[in-house]
């Protein structure tokens, strides 16, 4: 059974799975799709060509899939928002649409969303990601699996944040942060592995004390970078966590946000 309100407003077209609630106030467009049992609170916004999975819960002014900001935009252009299932979006929320044509901006499965937070044009958030109250995300942006982004924070757009990172409250983030690493400040830089992080998704004392390691090889003992992740390769061969630091160093496009030399200090217990 589907439970729309009176006073919503849903489209002949839109594709509303089982058991969804749309309370009060609600528009739902075409070429929209609703998975299973997710609940439109109120006054939320579906605009065409979203996607929603299944068993989301979406808090009232809530917009999803409105169309970019960018001023590249042009009017009319077919462009995609696809959010997993299970996903909690907030109070004020918004997730804008892509801006190329046929582009697409993407949420992983398990996501957060809380209160006057933004997702850019053609970001791509992987699963289990919680974005904090009122951070913002520019255009562009990845987000690694099991990333937390804190309150009032902003990523400059095309940064990537890796897997099971953490950017602090109130940081601007105008480079590329490594997986397993938190970064703060203004802007922001890497000080420490994201430990309760790591230890919250599920990974083993050990794989936390080699990424540790692996750290302080790459930005605490004064190397170069390329000679870091030569030694970094061949201490860890076959740790898919430190490839993954390595393949965030190869392939950053807009540089990386390296630690400052007062981070030495508190990572001194981590030889």
């Known amino acids: ?35 299973a049992n997710t609940t439109l609170r109120s006054h939320v916004v579906v605009e065409p060509y979203t996607t929603l999975g299944e068993h989301c819960d979406v808090f009232p002014f809530v917009t999803l899939g409105m169309q970019s900001q960018d001023q590249k935009y042009i009017p009319d252009t077919v462009t995609y928002t696809v959010i997993g299932s299970r996903s ?45 109250h009122g951070a913002v995300l520019a255009g562009h942006v990845i987000v690694g699996d099991h ?21 602090a409250g109130m940081a601007r983030a105008i480079q590329d942060v490594l997986p397993f690493t938190i970064a703060e400040g203004f802007p ?24 540790r390691k692996a750290f302080r090889i790459l930005f605490m003992r004064e190397k170069r970078l390329e000679d870091a992740v030569n030694e970094v390769k061949e201490t860890f061969p076959e ?18 946000a390296r630690p400052e030399s007062a981070t030495f200090e508190i990572n001194v217990a981590d030889d």
């Open 188 to 211: 922001a830089r890497m000080r420490v592995i994201n430990k309760v992080g790591m230890e919250r998704a599920g990974y083993s004392n050990n794989e936390i004390s080699d990424v």
């Open 239 to 256: 740790s898919e966590n430190i490839q993954l630091m390595i393949d965030g160093i190869t392939s950053s496009q807009r540089g990386l």
């Open 147 to 167: 990333a937390n982004i804190g309150g009032l924070s902003a990523i400059h757009q095309f940064c990537h944040v890796g897997k099971a990172a953490m950017i």
């Open 88 to 132: 909690v979006i907030r109070e004020f929320a918004s997730v804008h649409s892509g801006t190329e044509e046929y582009s697409t901006t993407s949420l992983g499965e398990d996501c957060a969303l809380l209160a006057h937070s933004h997702i850019g044009h053609n970001c791509t958030l992987g699963n289990n990601v919680t974005i904090s």
């Open 1 to 35: 059974m589907i439970e729309i309100d009176k006073l919503a407003v849903v489209h002949k077209d839109a594709v509303i799975g089982e058991h969804c609630k749309i309370g009060p106030f609600c528009t739902v467009a075409a070429n929209t799709k609703i998975g």
